[in-house]
Structures are given as C-alpha cells and as structure tokens.
C-alpha cells in the first residue's frame, strides 16, 4: 500500500531539519518504522545519554496516535520496564495535527519532567516521591550504564 | 254539442264556426287548413258531411305540400276538451292546424279573426289599463263549484280571483280547495272566476298550471266571458269560459332578483314553461321562429309541454361533469381547424415585425369576427328571439313583441342581432404567437366613431344566473357606463411582463400604448380612459379583477364604483389563458363574465382541458347565445353528454366551429401543405446516470424501507387508503435520486443556515475583518471576538487563503509561511476540499470528518484537532472554503436568486465595494451529487464549446434549485431562479435577466438596470412556477434534473424553451439515476399511463354496477402502478 503523503513529508522533514537532540530514521524496508534516538536533556538525569526507541505509525496514522517505545532502559515514573511510555498525547489527547516531531519533542520535554504523581512505573515513582535525590542518582546511574551506547 | 257551441262563440261567424269545428274533428289528420276549407266547400257547409267525405278518401284531401315538421305533445286544453264532449277526439288538433305550418298565414287562418279581437278588446278596455297587451282568446272548460242554477248565464263577464280570497265562502267546497290550496304550493295556483262577486267555478288542474302560473307571476291579466253554462250546475260539471289573456307591464321586465337563486331559477323555469304553453294555446305563432345551430330538429318547446315532466325533472340533476378522453377533445376542435381558405389581412403599419402569414389569417379572421355584425342597417333578429305580432289592430297593440323561447323572456324591443357581442375563442397552440395575433387585432381594429355610439349590451346577470341578455328587457333601468376606447387585457401576474413587453418591442414608440394596472400601479382612473389620451390597451390580471369585483353583490354596487375595471364599458376585453376562468364558480371565472365589452375575447391554447364545462364558462363570458345560458348547457351539453350520448359532442363542434381559431404548429398551410411553423428540431436526450457509491447505499437503504413498508400496506390491502403516506416515500426516493441530502431531512441549506446563523454570521465577520484590515494587523483587528491567543494562526490563515488566492494543484507560491501553511494540517496534503471549523483552523474536509468520525466511534465529542476546541454540533460546524471562481475577468459574483440563503451572500456582496476582490468566501458544507456534478460538467463543456449557448435547469423540488444555486455558484456561473416565491416584478426582472444580452429581443427594450452586468447563461426554474406562458427562447439546452409523473407536463415545460421565436435546435436532457425510481417512472410514462389520476372517470362507467366495477379496476390498476413503483 502506497505510503500516505503525510508520512512521506513528515519523514521528508524530520531528516532535512532534525529537531534538536532527536534523530528518527525510517527502515528502509518499512517506512513506518523509525529508529529514533532522543538525547537525554541537559540538567535532567538523562544528560549525556543518548536513548533509543523504537516508533511505529500505525495503519490509521494519523487518525490514530503512532506506537513509540523505550528500547533503552531508562528509570523514569512514566516509562515502565518494557519501555512503554505514559503520555497523554499517546493516548486519547492523541490529535492528528501532532506529528512524530511533536510526539518525539515531548517525549523529550517528559524526560525534563518526569511526572511521578502520574505513574507508569509504580515502584520507580515510589521511591521518586520519597526521596528524590536518591532516585535522580538511579537514574543517573542507569543512563550512565544503559545509555552510552 | 258542446264543442259545436264553444267553437261558434269563438268565432263568432257560420263559416269558420264550421272550418274549426271540422279541424277539431279532423284533427290528426295532418289537413292544412286550405284543405278543411276545401272539404268543407264540398260538403256544403256541413260540417258532418264533410267528416264523412274526408274518411270516404282521405288522400284526395291531404295536402302534402305543407310538410310537417311538428310532432307537439297534446295540448292539454284539448285533451280536456275532446275528454268530456269528443269521443272520437284527435289530441294532436294544435299540431294539425298550427304546427303543421310554420308560417304566419297558418296562424291567421286559425287564431280568432282580427275583427273578433278587435270585438273583445272594445269590450274589455275599460278593465285593461293602457299598457297592457291583449295577445289572445282561450275557451277552457272550468269546473263548476256550485251546485243548482242561477248563478251565470251565457254572455256574463267573469272576474278571476285567486284561489286565497275567497275560499272560505263556499263552506262545502272547503276541505277539497284546502287539499287544492296544499298542492298548489308545488303544482301552480289555483284561480277560479266569479260572476258578479259570487265564486262559481275553478280552472282544471292543467289549465292553471298555465294561466294561473301566470296570473300568479303577474305575467299575463285575464278576462273573460261565460260562452257555455248549464241551466243547473252540478258540482264539477263543465262551465264552457272564455278567456282574453293580456300581458302585463309586468311581464316585460326582469325576474326580480330579488330571490335566493334556486328560487329564482326555478321561477324562471315555471315562467318560461307556463309561457310556452300559453302561447301554444293561444295559437300564437312566431313570425320567423329561433332558429339555433344544430338544433333546429329539437325545438324547445318540445319540453315545454306537461307530459314531459321526467324530462324536465331531470334538468334539475346537476350532471356527471364527465371527463373527456384525450381524443375526444381533439375531435372537437377538428371542425374548428383547416383555416387554409381565410384570407390574410396586412396589420395596420406600426408593427416592427413582419407578422407570419397565418398571423395575418388570424388577424383576418378575428377582423372579421368583430366586424361580422356592425351594419347597425342589418334588421336582423337576435338568433334566440323570436317575433310575435300582437293579434289587434289599436295603435298601442300595433307592432310586434319578442319571446326568448329558451327564457321565457318577453320584451317589446328589437332585440337586434348586432347586439351580440363580438368575439370568439383564440385557441392557436402554445408558441403560434397569440399574443401578437391579439395585439395586431387591438392595434388594426381601431374603434370606431360608430363602435363608440353604442353602449354595449349589458348582461343582468349576476355570476351564472339564467336570464341572457336582459338589457333588452330591463336596460334603460341601469345607467350605461362610461365608454372607453380602451382594450382590457385579463393575464395571470406571470405574464403581465410579458404582455407589456411584447407591445413594447413589437411596435413602433406611441403606436400602441398601454398601462399596466395591477397591485401599486393602480393609478388609472375612469378619466384617463375615457379621455382621448387614454392608453390603447390596459393590461391587468385574473386576481385584480376578482378583487375588484369584491364580494360578488350584483352590479352597480357602490363599492364597484370605486374599481377601474367595472366602472368602464370597455371597447374590448380578452382574456389571456382563458382556462383560468374555467370553473365558472370561482370569483376569477364571475368576475370576468361581469366585464362590460363590446367585443370580447378568449385566448387560450387549451380552451378544452378535460371537461366540457370548461368550454361554457369561455362561452359564457364571451355571451355566445344561447350556450351561455348554463340550463341550456346543461340540457343539450352536460346531460347528453353525461348520458353517453355523443350527439353533445357534435352539438360542441357546432358550437366551436364559428367561435374558434385553432391552428397547431403541424397544421399545414400553403400550396406546400408545409406546417405553419417550422421550429428548429428538439433533441430529446435520456441521460442515465449512476449513483456513486455512497448515494447508492442511501439510496437502497430508503427504498428497502420504502419497498417494506409498502408491501406492508399491499398485504393489509390499504395501499390507496395510505395514499398519502406512500405517495411521500415516493417522493423522498425521487428526492434522493436528486441529492441524498434532500431525502434525509436536512436538506436545505436554507433551514441550516437559521440554526446556526448567528454563529455564521460572527465567523463571516471575522473573515471580513481579517480583509478589510489588510496587511499586517488582521489579526489585531479580530482578536476580540474570541479566538483568544491564535491570532497568529488566523493571521496565516487569512495570507494563506486572500494573500496569494492561489493554493492550486502546483501549490507553489507561497509567500512566508511556507509550504506548510498550504497544506492541510492533518493530511499535509494540498487541501482538496478547504475546510473551517469555528475556531478558525482548517483542513481537508476528508480529514476532518475522519477524525470527527474516529472520535465518534471512541465516544468522545468533536472538537478540534488542533486546538481542542469543541464542536457542538460536529460536522455541521465546519464550512466550506470556496474559492472564488477565475472564470473570465469581466465577470461579477454570481447573482443571488431572491431567496439566497447561501451565508456567502453577505460576505459577497459586501466584498463587492472592496477594490480587492476576496479570493475566497465560506458556506455551510456541500456536497454535489451525481446529478450536480453532471449538471456542472454540463454547463462547463457547453461554456467552454458553446459560450452564447444559455441552459434552463429544470427541476420539481425548489431545495434542489438551492443546491443548484451554491454549485453554480462555485463554479462561477451567472444563473438567475424563478420559483413560485417570487413576486411578479422579482419574476420580470430575472426573464429580463435571462434574455438579455440577446441581441435580437431585449435590445429593443429599453433596459436601465445595469446594476447587474453578469451574463446570466443559467436559469434554474421550477417546472411548476416556470408551466404558464413563459418564453424562455433566449435558451437553447434544457436540462430537467428530474421527471414528473406524466410526460406531457413535462414536455409542456420544455416547450417554452422550444417554441415560436427559437432559432437554434434545443437539446433536452432528461437526467435519470439509473435502477431507481426514475427509471421505472419512465418506463410507466412510456406505456402512456397516467399517474395518479384520482378522479374516477364517472363517464366510463354505466350504473351503479358498473360504477363500482370500475372503481375497483381503477383501484386495482393503481396498486399494480405503485408497485412498479417501488420495484
């Protein structure tokens, strides 16, 4: 099946102007599979690693909201285990007028604010609640560990 | 012998005393009276000698050259008469002797000699005042009502008394005169005679349905001798009378009117039948009887007599209004066709058109028509009046007096011939040029000094009420009404314009003025017309006329006073589309028939719709005699025909053939035999079209349900009784045809745009605030109305759509914002469909919809994709982007129909007055449906191929007209609508518009109004408002976007289009959704049956039986109809 222009576009534009810290790249032999890699933010936990996810447009994109996912372990409340990430606009806030750049953008803008009062990860927004710095320092320890590749 | 006796007294000498005593003997045998006389002279006076001569070898006595052309039934005075003295008695002696010759000299020979009359008269002068008129003598048999002797002798005068007076005189006689006095309510007074005071004898039953009918009405004044009395009565024994009969003043004016109608209907009736009757017994004679087309083998008197009540009776019957077969209307007018013999006459100069040679012929026949009569020297008499002379010689009995036989009328003035009223039906089929036949007639046959001399005849009638021509009887009682030289044209509001037009472009300037008098341009007055400035034609419609003629009061009201139309005697009226007054109970139909004229016209194209009463009002209002008179109607027309009788037919034709002017397009004229006109061809195309998709599965989803429902009814055999019901699902399956939209409800854009109005209204402002500011701060300029912190958006909405107006396929140019902002912002595409929500943000309608869909079906509510904003009423809250069109440059925004519901409207005209044109205006969403799209892609190979070409779009529904309206609009077409909501100056203006630019018609026409410069190419016309009159020849394709149940209507509508004047051939296409309904409509056009013919047609059927029969074949035909129907 022909690839809608949107994605065609949107691909077209990801590539010529990046968005900072953020690089997505379709397979080649599926155009609606993009290895994307998102640069921990500065003064966040995650600086300095670069984390890798995997992002899927599903046949309803954009009328329904890309799949994306951690690949890179990473110790955030709002990104569990297997890499599923908790955000709104994932989800029902999903709008066909968001764009992967916008998803990625504020996946991105999550790792600057992780929300632990709205958890994925119930045992790391735990011990984000209860002691924070403590938690900062896993995560720290985890990008340090999982995230320089 | 009493008879002996009774006939000496009468005639006073031997000889005839003998003559008439031998031709009551001999009565039947058919002798004139030469022959009598000759019988007798060989008998030697003796009258019973003679008998037997004449048995011994009738033939030598029969005179076969008076020819007999009389059976009349048996007077009653002679039944009466031969019954009690006569055993061998001849009931048809009145036939014998008077009816037998026609002529006058029969009558002389028969009646009581001049000098006998002379005798009586003399004697009875001091009881008759002067202005009464002796007529005659009657011997009647009265009926004693005293008993013994004394009371009268031979010679004494007898005084009538009416019954009433002195009943209660004679005690015996009471119980009897009071069962009489009962009866006489219904079978006619009861008059007796007295002698010197004293009651002593009655009229017989028969005798007073006559004269005391008579003496009752005041018709007639009797006096009278005793010829013959007993020495000793008996009760009800034989008084032998004799009776002077004098017509009263009386008698010579008109019925009071006094009366409700059937009173006075049924008065007229007794009057005409007693007077009849009467004058059969007085042996009165017309000198040149009424002789009346067609039926000269029929005279009325036939029915005059008593013992023919079923008859009579059975004119009470208001008859079937049977319809008429289709060929049975053309029978008619078939002698009314073939005018290749009429010779052609040359208009009067100011034409500015050659007129067509049978134009001309019209011209010459209508002429001809008007003129026919106008030799005031002609001593001929009115075709329905018949002369009697006055049996006497005095100076006041001297002259003749005049019956009306079908009236029973009497006057004592000529009723001339040239009274009539000039005129005749104008019946040329739609398109032969009418109107201009009419025109030439109006503008060549000038009025006369002499026309103007004479008021014309004035009918007393009120509406339909009986008496024809009453002027002659009643007429110097009613003051004449001013003359003007004026023609009154009566047209339906359509075709006023029309009218005022045609004299405009057809004649030279000052040669034939007019006034249009209607609604606000009432300013004519009485004074104007009849000045000799006065317009020559004053053009006015069927409702001013009936408004005018207000309650329908007789005439002469004072509140008539103040009209134009009925305070003028009019040189001519005529009534264009005369089928409009053919109820003749409808205020349009009495109005006209009141309209004073001398010469009174007709012009229809169908003067025949399906009834043969439709004609009589035309012949009514045209005061053709006798046909006018409706009882008359009734009785040769209506009741024949009812009766399956189809001489009425004939009697019709009789009647058309000198009245009507009817040439059809085909008929053939010259030496060629070529058809008088020869339009262009018509092309008649079916185009089937196939649903999309979509439509197709709306479309099944209706009919399924239709197709449920209605073999719901079939089972319970209700179908006819749901009529109403199934006939709508009809409707909505042909209405989806057309646009689904239309079948589900929410059809009109109209209705929408009241819902949301004022929301439109604000989101119209917002883009028109956005323009006017321009430049850098639109935005600025709007954000107060509630888009909050997206100005920035709306700045690059507004540059996106106004600044570069060019967002086409090559989606190039840009100005800032870049590509992005070209696109729809879920799709990235190039927006195919540009669509707004409230909030101001757009995108493809597609991708909108989609995602409002998605959300849906998630059960989240609509709202905006970009901003969230909600959408309360979901897809109805988006609205079209719509570029304008860039079709060529000189051409404006499309014009409005009057009803423009379109929210753009505004925004357009408002945009007008701005020096930069809007790229782009908003409406409420639509879609185009099959027959839309094929419509535009109609119109735009034919301006692209064809660019002078105009179209006539064609469609029942007026919603679909709307839709109509925004697709022409968005494709750039100047089109105007004409529906049945416009008024008739909004209708004059939009044909105007339609046909201007034509360079042959409108160019003459003096136009001002340049306000609208857009060549109109498109008229979108509703197939009812645009049935009547119309020309529409400025275009030459038609378009009908839907089909109507039967063809001719249809076909009607095309032919304005296809009509005199059109030059090119006209193509038709008919569009069609393929399997639908549409076709199936088709194919039951096509095997010519007629839908929804409710009407039963009572003529096809005989007696209840077979009624009944009938009814439920019709029934059944019709199911089976529906049923093809719904497939």
């Not at chain 2, 430049?775 to 920035?792: I, L």
């Not at chain 2, 408002?910 to 839309?932: C, D, E, I």
Request: charged share 20%; hydrophobic share 35%.
């Amino acid at each position: 099946m022909a690839l809608p222009k949107r994605i065609i576009k949107e691909t077209e534009r990801l590539m010529a102007e990046p968005a900072p810290g953020i690089q997505a790249i379709p397979h080649d032999d599926n155009l609606r599979y993009f290895d994307v890699i998102i640069s921990g933010p500065a003064q966040s936990p995650f600086e300095g690693g670069d984390f890798k996810l995997e992002l899927f447009l599903p046949e309803e994109y954009p009328m329904a909201p890309p799949k994306v996912r951690f690949l890179t372990k990473i110790y955030h409340p709002n990104i569990d285990k297997l890499g599923r990430i908790c955000l709104d606009i994932l989800k029902d806030k999903w709008s066909p007028a968001l764009q992967i750049r916008t998803v990625l953008l504020s996946i991105q803008a999550l790792l600057s604010a992780p929300n632990p009062d709205d958890p994925l990860a119930n045992d790391v927004a735990q011990h984000w609640k209860e002691n924070e710095q403590d938690a900062i320092k896993t995560a720290r320890q985890w990008t340090a560990q999982y995230a320089h590749a | 012998m009493p008879t002996q006796t009774v006939q000496a007294t009468r005639a006073g000498v031997a000889t005839t005393d003998a003559l008439a005593d031998l031709s009551a003997i001999l009565a039947g045998t058919q002798l004139s009276s030469a022959a009598l006389s000759a019988l007798l002279a060989a008998a030697n006076g003796d009258v019973e000698t003679a008998v037997n001569l004449y048995f011994e070898n009738p033939a030598a006595y029969s005179s076969p050259a008076i020819p007999l052309t009389d059976a009349a039934a048996p007077s009653p005075l002679l039944s009466s008469l031969s019954s009690h003295s006569m055993t061998a008695a001849r009931p048809s002696f009145s036939a014998t002797t008077d009816n037998a010759n026609g002529k006058r000299k029969a009558a002389d020979t028969v009646l009581p000699p001049l000098a006998t009359a002379k005798r009586l008269k003399s004697q009875s002068s001091s009881g008759s005042g002067p202005s009464w008129h002796y007529v005659g003598d009657i011997v009647i048999v009265a009926l004693s009502m005293v008993r013994g002797g004394g009371y009268a002798k031979d010679g004494d005068e007898i005084d009538t008394v009416q019954q009433s007076t002195n009943a209660a005189a004679i005690s015996k006689q009471k119980p009897k005169g009071g069962r009489v006095g009962a009866k006489a309510a219904k079978a006619g007074p009861i008059t007796r005679f007295s002698v010197r005071g004293k009651e002593i004898a009655k009229m017989n039953r028969d005798d007073a349905k006559i004269l005391g009918k008579l003496v009752e009405l005041g018709v007639i004044a009797i006096k009278g001798t005793v010829v013959s009395v007993p020495p000793s009565l008996t009760m009800l024994g034989d008084i032998i009378l004799q009776l002077r009969i004098y017509l009263t003043p009386a008698a010579f004016m008109t019925i009071s009117s006094s009366q409700d109608e059937e009173t006075q209907d049924q008065t007229i009736k007794d009057r005409k039948l007693a007077l009849l009757h009467m004058f059969q017994l007085l042996g009165l004679r017309p000198l040149d009887p009424a002789l009346v087309a067609g039926l000269k083998d029929d005279p009325p008197v036939a029915d005059v007599s008593p013992s023919a009540p079923a008859k009579a009776a059975g004119m009470d019957d208001e008859p079937e209004q049977a319809e008429l077969e289709d060929d049975q209307v053309e029978i008619l007018y078939e002698k009314a066709r073939g005018f290749e013999d009429v010779p052609e006459a040359e208009p009067r100069a100011g034409l500015t058109v050659e007129m067509r040679g049978y134009q001309k012929q019209a011209l010459a026949w209508m002429s001809a028509k008007e003129n026919q009569t106008s030799d005031p020297n002609a001593h001929s008499i009115h075709p329905l009046w018949e002369e009697y002379a006055f049996p006497g010689c005095e100076p006041e009995n001297a002259g003749h007096f005049y019956l009306n036989p079908y009236t029973g009328e009497l006057t004592l003035n000529f009723p001339s011939a040239a009274d009539q009223t000039r005129g005749g039906i104008l019946a040329d089929e739609m398109g032969l040029g009418k109107t201009l036949e009419t025109l030439s007639l109006i503008h060549s046959n000038r009025p006369t000094a002499e026309d103007m001399a004479r008021p014309s005849p004035r009918s007393a009638l009120s509406g339909l009420r009986g008496m024809s021509n009453t002027s002659t009887v009643s007429g110097t009682t009613v003051p004449a009404l001013p003359q003007t030289r004026a023609t009154l044209i009566v047209c339906p509001v359509s075709l006023l314009a029309q009218w005022r037009d045609e004299i405009t472009a057809r004649f030279r300037p000052g040669t034939l003025t007019c006034a249009v008098y209607y609604s606000a341009d009432r300013a004519l007055s009485v004074a104007d017309l009849t000045g000799k400035k006065g317009p020559d034609v004053v053009i006015t419609t069927y409702g001013t006329v009936s408004s005018e003629w207000g309650g329908g009061t007789g005439e002469g009201g004072p509140g008539k006073r103040a009209s134009l139309v009925f305070a003028l005697d009019w040189f001519r009226v005529v009534l264009d589309e005369a089928h409009y007054i053919k109820n003749k109970g409808t205020a349009n139909a009495k109005s006209c028939f009141t309209i004073q004229a001398k010469r009174r016209w007709a012009v229809t194209g169908t003067p025949i719709q399906n009834r043969l009463e439709d004609l009589f009002s035309l012949v009514h209002f045209l005061r053709i005699e006798p046909w006018g008179n409706y009882s008359f109607w009734r009785q040769f027309i209506s009741v024949p025909f009812a009766a399956k009788d189809h001489k009425a037919l004939n009697v019709v034709q009789s009647i058309l053939e000198p009245l009507v002017l009817r040439r059809q397009k085909s008929t053939p004229s010259g030496p060629e035999g070529r058809p008088i006109v020869e339009l262009p061809p018509k092309i008649v195309d079916k185009v089937l079209l196939d649903f999309t998709s979509e439509e197709r599965d709306i479309y099944d989803a209706l009919h399924t349900r239709s197709k449920t429902q209605f073999s719901n009814f079939v089972a319970a055999g209700s179908v006819l009784s749901n009529w109403a019901h199934v006939f709508q699902m009809l409707t909505r399956l042909r209405q989806c045809c057309l646009h689904p939209q239309l079948a589900l409800g929410k059809g009109s854009t109209k209705t929408d745009a009241t819902i949301g109005g004022s929301d439109v209204d604000a989101l119209i402002r917002r883009f028109q605030d956005g323009v006017d500011g321009g430049g850098g701060s639109p935005a600025g300029a709007s954000t107060g109305s509630g888009a909050g912190g997206e100005s920035p958006y709306i700045e690059s909405v507004f540059q996106k759509l106004n600044g570069t107006g060019d967002y086409g396929a090559d989606g190039s140019s840009a100005p800032a914002n870049g590509e992005e902002d070209q696109s729809c912002a879920l799709c990235f595409d190039v927006m195919a469909t540009p669509t707004i929500f409230p909030c101001l943000h757009i995108s493809c309608r597609d991708c909108i919809v989609a995602y409002l869909q998605k959300r849906e079906d998630m059960g989240e509510p609509a709202q905006c994709p970009i901003c969230s904003k909600p959408f309360p009423r979901g897809t109805d809250d988006l609205y079209d982007i719509i570029r304008a069109p860039q079709p060529p440059p000189q051409t404006a925004p499309p014009l409005h129909g009057a009803d423009a519901a379109d929210i753009d409207s505004a925004t357009q005209q408002q945009q007008q007055q701005q020096p930069r044109r809007p790229a782009f205006s908003v409406r409420r969403h639509f879609h185009p449906s099959t027959k839309l799209t094929a419509l535009i892609a109609e119109l735009t190979h034919l301006r692209t191929t064809a660019p002078d070409v105009k179209t006539v779009v064609f469609s029942q529904f007026t919603t679909m007209l709307t839709l109509c309206e925004t697709i022409l609009q968005e494709h750039g077409f100047g089109y105007a609508r004409l529906d049945g909501t416009l008024s008739q100056r909004e209708r004059e203006a939009v044909l105007k518009r339609f046909a201007s630019d034509s360079v042959d018609e409108a160019s003459s026409s003096k136009k001002t109004d340049t306000s609208k410069s857009s060549k109109c190419t498109v008229l979108l016309a509703s197939m009812r408002a645009a049935g009547v009159g119309l020309n529409l020849t400025r275009a030459s394709v038609v378009i009908c976007l839907d089909t109507w149940w039967n063809l001719p209507t249809e076909m009607q509508a095309i032919d304005r289009v296809h009509r005199l004047g059109q030059t090119r051939a006209v193509h038709v296409k008919r569009f069609i959704m393929r399997d639908s309904v549409e076709e199936r409509m088709l194919d039951i056009q096509e095997r010519k049956t007629v839908l929804c013919r409710w009407a039963i047609r009572d003529g096809e059927v005989t007696g209840e039986g077979g009624k009944a029969q009938g009814k439920e074949e019709e029934k059944r035909r019709r199911v089976e109809e529906l049923k093809t129907l719904f497939g």
